[in-house]
């Protein structure tokens, strides 16, 4: 069976320390994207997704969230999945199943 997850209300993800890992999480995907890692982030992050330069400027120093549509735009753009983008929970890319079967694989070939 296909176990859904329920994906965070963003409004209650709205702590402090919340909001900085996501802006973590969010540098991190720039940097796997090829995005400029200091200068011009900001305006090439807003490029991408069409949002104001202050929009990417709040995602990006934790002053902010994207609303649940865009953070997935996000997720897409990077190809990992919503949930670790979000949460950090989960692996990054590829699904939960995937990830089980891979290290599953990995014991059995160590295995005598």
Same mark, same amino acid.
């Given at each position: 069976?296909?176990?859904?997850?329920? #994906?965070?209300? *963003?409004?209650?993800?709205? =702590?402090?320390?919340?909001? $900085? &890992?996501?802006?973590?999480?969010?540098?991190? *995907?720039?940097?796997?994207?090829?995005?400029? =890692?200091?200068? %011009?982030?900001? =305006? $090439? #992050? &807003?490029?991408?997704?069409?949002? =104001?330069?202050?929009?990417?400027?709040?995602?990006?120093?934790?002053?902010?969230?994207?609303? !649940?549509?865009?953070?997935?735009?996000?997720?897409?753009?990077?190809?990992?999945?919503?949930?670790? #983008? !979000? +949460? %950090?929970? %989960?692996?990054?890319?590829?699904?939960?199943?995937? +990830?089980? $079967?891979?290290?599953?694989?990995?014991? *059995?070939?160590?295995?005598?």
């Amino acid at each position: 069976p296909i176990v859904m997850h329920r #994906l965070p209300n *963003l409004q209650c993800m709205n =702590s402090l320390d919340e909001r $900085a &890992a996501f802006a973590a999480r969010l540098h991190e *995907l720039c940097d796997d994207q090829g995005l400029p =890692s200091e200068r %011009g982030r900001q =305006s $090439a #992050l &807003a490029a991408e997704f069409k949002v =104001s330069p202050n929009a990417a400027r709040k995602w990006l120093l934790a002053d902010g969230l994207p609303e !649940l549509e865009m953070a997935i735009r996000i997720a897409k753009w990077g190809k990992v999945n919503i949930e670790w #983008l !979000l +949460t %950090g929970r %989960g692996p990054k890319r590829g699904s939960i199943v995937e +990830t089980k $079967a891979i290290v599953l694989g990995e014991a *059995l070939q160590d295995l005598p």
